[in-house]
């Protein structure tokens, strides 16, 4: 499975931005697909969460309310779409694909990983 995620850019703060994650090969339907951020000099954090069939994703508490996981697995990808945005949103945006053990919070746990998508918010 390979991961290429897109639609970062730069914007406003309390702007909206959409990124999504495209795959390839037909067993990304079956895989929890998360997303990770990585500002400058920080750590990969979670971001948020979907299991292969949908349901209820599952977000860090520094993104609940502002940004909305979903995916089409008829189209093999994943979208972020993130609203109210901040300053302190801006990062490198990473997709990742089958959580193979331990905590589908951390980004160790992640099998398939994208390029990144850089997503910048200005003041």
């Known amino acids: 499975v390979q991961l290429q995620a897109s639609g970062g850019g730069l914007v406003q703060a309390g702007d909206s931005l959409r990124v999504s994650c495209a795959a390839s090969g037909h067993a990304f339907r079956s895989y929890t697909v998360a997303w990770f951020r990585q500002a400058p000099g920080k750590e990969r954090d979670f971001v948020g969460r979907?299991?292969?069939?949908?349901?209820?994703?599952a977000y860090a508490d520094s993104v609940k309310g502002r940004f909305t996981i979903s995916r089409d697995n008829a189209k093999n990808t994943a979208y972020l779409q993130m609203n109210s945005l901040k300053p302190e949103d801006t990062a490198v945006y990473y997709c990742?694909?089958?959580?193979?053990?331990?905590?589908?919070?951390?980004?160790?746990?992640?099998?398939?990983w994208g390029q990144g998508t850089q997503v910048t918010v200005s003041s």
């Open positions: 979907i299991s292969w069939g949908g349901g209820t994703p």
């Open positions: 990742a694909a089958q959580c193979i053990g331990g905590s589908c919070y951390s980004k160790d746990a992640y099998h398939y």
